[in-house]
């Protein structure tokens, strides 16, 4: 196969995949609907036009007939006064409508004909016309149908353009607001450690001290009550100066031993 005809067979194929795409059914069977009605009425117009040269050929047919009655009563009344010559006269040209009325009514025979045959095709041709515009409703109807179904099935699926840009938008938000929820937490976790400082309010770095020294014994804490529970606790902690105090506060004290001098001679110490 040469380039030029695989280059024409590939032009032809895309071209009608997308004349494919293009075309809708129902704009199709309007559009043959109408064409067959055109045909219909130049049909119509042909009966028309026979019946016109009909009618003009019996009109014709009737002005002759008239001449050649009117022929046939001079040639009498010629006879009676005596004058053969204007009889035989009047005869002679009634003889020449003869002929002529013999063509006329051999086409008028022939143009009843013609018009009778194509009042028969056009009645034939409107039960076709009248049938294929009942077939046509019915087919775009249905088609119509179908493809309200397609569309509502490719709804509630997802498959359609629109409710898959939505599907999408919905996934991206939902993506950014776990995001700025993150980083909400992340930036209160570092306010709260003072990793980060909090320029909305006023500076103050003893409360912020006194507050990171106070959350540490709480963990200690509640380590310690979680250890008692499962009965893993070690020894006890050591106990704080304030509670260190009170225990040598009440327990006896003892009376300190007096030191004792070497005795010197004479007995005095």
Do not use: C
Not at 21 to 36: A, G, V
Request: glycine share 8%; aromatic share 4%; net charge neutral.
């Amino acid at each position: 196969m040469s380039v030029m005809k695989r280059m024409s067979m590939v032009f032809k194929s895309k071209a009608n995949k997308a004349l494919d795409r293009m075309e809708d059914p129902r704009e199709t069977l309007d559009y043959s609907y109408q064409r067959q009605l055109e045909m219909l009425q130049k049909v119509r117009r042909g009966v028309a036009d026979v019946a016109t040269s009909r009618k003009r050929l019996e009109l014709q047919i009737n002005q002759l007939e008239g001449q050649q009655n009117k022929l046939t009563e001079q040639g009498k009344k010629a006879l009676q006064v005596g004058r053969e010559d204007l009889a035989r006269e009047a005869l002679t040209r009634r003889s020449g409508l003869d002929s002529q009325l013999n063509d006329l009514r051999a086409q008028y025979q022939q143009l009843q004909g013609e018009e009778e045959k194509l009042t028969l095709a056009s009645q034939r041709l409107q039960a076709k016309v009248d049938s294929f515009r009942t077939r046509k409703e019915t087919i775009k109807a249905t088609y119509t149908a179908a493809e309200a179904q397609t569309k509502i099935n490719e709804a509630f699926s997802g498959i359609s353009e629109e409710m898959g840009d939505v599907g999408l938008a919905i996934q991206r938000a939902e993506e950014k607001t776990e995001n700025m929820k993150a980083r909400a937490g992340a930036i209160d976790e570092l306010l709260a450690s003072g990793a980060l400082e909090d320029f909305s309010g006023p500076k103050d770095d003893i409360q912020a001290e006194l507050d990171r020294m106070g959350s540490g014994p709480g963990v200690d804490l509640e380590l310690e009550r979680l250890k008692a529970e499962l009965g893993q606790g070690g020894a006890p902690k050591e106990l704080n100066p304030g509670q260190q105090g009170g225990q040598h506060h009440g327990a006896p004290q003892q009376a300190p031993q007096q030191a004792q001098w070497p005795q010197q001679p004479g007995g005095h110490q």
